[in-house]
């Protein structure tokens, strides 16, 4: 007794918690079991693990009768939240319209001549001469002057991949994370203006292959 008045708070707290047997009075626990010389002790089950195992079985009573006697059913909490998500994607898309109409107006060909100037420099200032060459001959990436289309022609598929790129691993990237829809319009429109060109280096079609549809 007099060592427990010498325990601070804490050291009480782990104690009571805990019921763990005290360094040097291994005796007084000792079971006679004997495996080839390994003895083994009879400790008390931790308060504390006791305690976490009384819970799980107060909440697996409540959980039964929850689960399978009520109501409660997992699809239909699923549905539920569905619709409710659906909900307050309706509300965010409302105000997103107020926000950002330009993000739902159908993305639109320009073809007079300042806008196809400035769909070129576009195209040599943002990297895509890269893989498509300075005049759209392709190297990395496919040709973009003849008519054979790996991801879909036409200004609308064009459009689509510069904003949401190619096939994964082919290394066109979604540019919609860093060029503005109205670039990318220009963009789409300058590749259409150079269909049918010559290119100095063409690199032989390719596809066909509409993708996404
Ligand atoms: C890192 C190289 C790379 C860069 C930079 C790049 N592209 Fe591409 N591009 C590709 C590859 C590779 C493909 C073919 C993707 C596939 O096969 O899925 C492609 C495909 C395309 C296509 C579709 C071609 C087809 O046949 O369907 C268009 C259009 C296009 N790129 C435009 C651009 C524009 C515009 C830029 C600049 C903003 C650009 N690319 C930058 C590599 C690149």
């Known amino acids: 007794m007099s060592e427990n008045n010498n325990l601070t ?7 009571r918690w805990t019921k763990a047997n005290e360094i ?14 390994i003895r083994e002790l009879d400790n008390v089950l931790p308060p504390w693990w006791v305690a976490g195992f009384i819970i799980t079985i ?12 009520g109501n409660y059913n997992q699809e239909q909490e699923y549905k539920d939240s569905i619709a409710e ?14 926000n950002n109409p330009e993000k739902y107006t159908a993305a639109k060909a320009t073809t007079d001549a300042a806008s196809l100037k400035k769909g070129k420099e576009l195209f040599l200032a943002k990297g895509c001469i890269a893989c498509h060459g300075v005049d759209g001959g392709g190297g990395i990436g496919p040709n973009l002057t003849d008519n054979k ?16 790129g190619g096939r994964p691993g082919k290394g066109m990237v979604a540019w919609e994370a860093s060029i503005s829809k109205t670039d ?3 963009l789409a429109s300058y590749i259409i203006s150079i269909q049918g060109t010559t290119p100095t280096n063409p690199k032989s079609p390719e596809g066909e292959i509409v993708w996404p549809n």
């Open 58 to 69: 107060v909440i697996s009573v409540f959980y039964y009768i929850m689960v399978f006697t």
């Open 9 to 15: 708070g804490w050291q009480k707290f782990i104690k």
């Open 24 to 37: 040097g009075k291994e005796d007084e626990v000792m079971t006679d079991h004997n495996y080839d010389g």
């Open 149 to 164: 289309w790996v991801l879909g022609g036409g200004f609308e598929k064009i459009f689509n991949t510069i904003s949401k």
């Open 184 to 186: 990318r319009q220009l």
């Open 85 to 98: 998500a659906k909900i307050e994607h309706a509300a965010w898309e409302k105000q997103d319209r107020i």
